[in-house]
């Protein structure tokens, strides 16, 4: 059994310091085996204690089942993923964002914004409905985009991707991923869309939100995906580390050949370096300088990060998959001790796995 007592102590230093009220972490090992650990509580005030069922708000790691699903959907309908987004979306049609292949969008190289506030324009009580809908997907459609190869991060680049994924499959984006990722994987993972009044004892809460008037909790953080709804290509989904980690299981599984799911060809094709920047369809590579997957995993790792404070990197070459979760961002998102965190943590992990493994016979 691998010792994460390093890391154990990193996450309990980090709550005491106010880094974040608690957190979760999942590892499979070289063996296929998972480890697991929760610390802290849900938040500041009322010490419940975070375990390892204790469901938090997964925010871009949304973007990761959205990519999946797109590919597997577009394979089957033998959709080019060159073509442009107002194939598919006919709204985007006489907007910079039409333009814009959908692969661009997936690999965040349609040139769009990283983010805006276009939930502004929108009453926090009407969010969800299809005034606030058609309000902000227009908005989004129209946001002027850098010049042609433009490698800019892009949430909205992915608002539009789930858009037109709903399009593609002609069914409702929860039922696609759920269908497309969630399911054939058996992952304790889904949306919570606003209002549906489901607000357990196991659930982080994360920011107190000013447009929203209070702390949220049972619903997404992002505020452009709630005003869209809750379910959305580029936020809303809520799991665990444990569920988080399942994931990259899976993708490292397909990797090395597991053709269940997944297609190990396209998954390849997912992670292959692209020119112009660390990011790849839905994944993304270690950044240079200092990663957030820290400096033990190798060259080839993938993964992706959540603004709440959360994280899925995979070394395929090592068979190692580490899900980090939190909710960094209650009560305010202005506290970035994550970011020291996150290395920190991944180089516990790997060191404590290579003790273990020079330990075997």
């Not at 994360?206 to 992002?222: A, F, K, L, M």
Request: aromatic residues 6%.
């Amino acid at each position: 059994m691998t010792s994460l007592d390093a890391a154990r102590a990193l996450l309990a230093d980090a709550v005491a310091r106010g880094v974040t009220p608690g957190a979760q972490l999942s590892v499979r090992d070289p063996s296929g085996a998972v480890h697991a650990l929760a610390v802290g509580s849900l938040d500041y005030t009322h010490g419940a204690p975070v375990h390892r069922g204790t469901v938090y708000d997964l925010a871009s790691l949304t973007k990761v089942f959205t990519a999946l699903a797109f590919v597997r959907v577009a394979d089957r309908a033998r959709f080019d993923l060159a073509r442009p987004l107002h194939d598919l979306l006919p709204l985007t049609r006489d907007t910079p964002a039409g333009e814009a292949a959908v692969l661009d969008l997936l690999t965040h190289r349609a040139g769009l914004l990283h983010w805006a506030p276009f939930y502004q324009s929108v009453r926090a009580d009407r969010a969800g409905t299809r005034e606030a809908r058609a309000a902000v997907l227009d908005a989004v459609a129209r946001t002027a985009r850098g010049p042609e190869g433009t490698v800019r991060y892009s949430d909205l680049g992915y608002i539009l991707a789930g858009e037109a994924l709903t399009a593609l499959a002609a069914e409702a984006l929860d039922r696609v991923i759920d269908r497309e990722v969630i399911a054939p994987l058996g992952l304790a993972v889904g949306y919570r869309a606003p209002g549906d009044g489901s607000v357990p004892n196991d659930l982080a809460p994360t920011e107190d939100c000013p447009w929203r008037g209070r702390v949220v909790r049972g619903t997404v953080h992002d505020e452009n995906a709630h005003a869209l709804g809750g379910i959305c290509g580029h936020a809303g989904l809520f799991g665990t580390a444990d569920a988080v980690c399942a994931l990259g299981d899976a993708a490292l599984r397909c990797l090395d050949g597991d053709d269940r799911w997944f297609a190990p060809e396209r998954m390849r094709w997912m992670i292959a370096p692209r020119p112009g920047g660390a990011h790849r369809v839905g994944w993304d590579a270690r950044s240079e300088g200092t990663p957030s997957s820290g400096t033990r995993m190798g060259p080839r790792t993938f993964g992706h990060l959540g603004f709440t404070g959360t994280s899925l990197w995979c070394d395929p070459d090592a068979g190692v998959a580490v899900a980090l979760v939190t909710n960094r961002v209650h009560p305010t998102r202005e506290n970035h001790g994550i970011r020291a965190l996150r290395p920190a943590v991944h180089d516990a992990v790997i060191d404590a796995l290579a003790m273990e493994y020079r330990r075997a016979p």
